[in-house]
């Protein structure tokens, strides 16, 4: 009889890295209802993309624990009790109305999925959001630097960006 080991063990194992074990807790109508209230809290316009278009469902996804789930249920419950149908089939100005309503009524929820939203869009990259820099492109942030010249001080012309995170090698 073959001795079982720790190094046998792992040699045969798989590793799955915990965010994917909770990205494949998260059913599609949950990630389309999360990316259609992170698109409102942050939408596009004229000027740029939405928290969507900036990867700020990347960043949230991993981390949807359970008052963030409920949170997101009531979103749904909120639109489907006050137009019939579920907050993704909602025009823009629907969904405007439903967050609101779960602004008042569930103060901390909204809070915390605000923050998570502004994180994602804004946040370094190497954190899983602001896919290709488009949160920063969006408030002309050049990205970190460890020196600025004197003629880059001056900021009469727009700062050159950097196009790398801080952290991660990115």
Same mark, same amino acid.
């Given at each position: 009889m073959k001795q079982i080991t720790r190094r046998s063990?792992?040699?045969? @194992?798989? &590793?799955?890295?915990a965010t994917?074990?909770?990205?494949?807790a998260q059913t599609v109508p949950e990630m389309?209802?999360?990316e259609a209230a992170v698109d409102r809290i942050i939408p596009p316009d004229h000027l740029g993309p939405g928290a969507k278009d900036c990867?700020?469902?990347?960043?949230? @996804?991993? &981390?949807?624990?359970q008052p963030l789930r409920d949170g997101l249920a009531s979103i749904d419950s909120e639109a489907r009790a006050k137009f019939g149908k579920p907050f993704v089939e909602l025009p823009a100005a629907n969904q405007d109305e439903v967050l609101t309503a779960i602004e008042t009524k569930a103060r901390p929820?909204?809070?915390?999925?605000?923050?998570?939203?502004?994180?994602g869009t804004f946040g370094d990259p190497s954190y899983g959001g602001n896919r290709a820099f488009a949160g920063w492109d969006l408030i002309r942030y050049p990205g970190p630097r460890l020196a600025v010249s004197p003629e880059e001080q001056k900021?009469?012309?727009?700062?050159k960006p950097v196009r790398r995170s801080a952290g991660h090698g990115h």
């Open positions: 063990v792992l040699a045969g @194992a798989t &590793l799955i890295p994917a074990i909770r990205s494949a389309a209802l999360l990867g700020a469902t990347g960043y949230v @996804a991993p &981390l949807l624990d929820f909204f809070n915390r999925l605000r923050q998570l939203t502004l994180e900021l009469r012309d727009p700062i």
